[in-house]
């Protein structure tokens, strides 16, 4: 099983450098899980740069995969990774998600880096 970070999925929308690092995880859908709140990201940030018709069509693709609402016991999880790893409260209940469905946790964003199960690609320059 796998989760893409929101920053992973903007990469992959926006047709970035790092776009076939997330590219193969994201077209695997039957093994995809999708946190509710990365759809949050998604959706807010694509209406930022976009529109709001590119932000739904993003998150029509993002609903291919197993979608998953917070939990009780994932934001408890993800309250004790914050303050753990320091880790803002989204990117926590991100990686409290992919723990709680023994997933990989693929992402751009370096909060992750280091972190186990999580499979980290720096940004590119400028990115």
Not at 21 to 31: K, L, T, W
Not at 79 to 88: D, F, M, Q, T
């Amino acid at each position: 099983m796998n989760v893409v970070d929101s920053s992973g999925w903007l990469e992959y929308y926006a047709g970035g450098a790092n776009r076939t690092f997330f590219a193969p995880v994201i077209q695997q859908v039957d093994a995809l899980i999708v946190p509710t709140i990365s759809m949050y990201e998604v959706f807010k940030r694509i209406v930022l740069l976009r529109t709001e018709e590119d932000a739904l069509l993003a998150i029509a693709w993002m609903s291919t995969g197993r979608v998953i609402e917070l939990t009780e016991k994932v934001a408890l999880a993800a309250a004790l990774l914050s303050i753990e790893h320091k880790l803002p409260m989204a990117d926590s209940i991100i990686l409290a998600t992919a723990r709680a469905f023994d997933a990989t946790l693929w992402t751009q964003d370096e909060h992750f880096q280091g972190l186990a199960g999580v499979k980290y690609i720096a940004k590119p320059a400028g990115g």
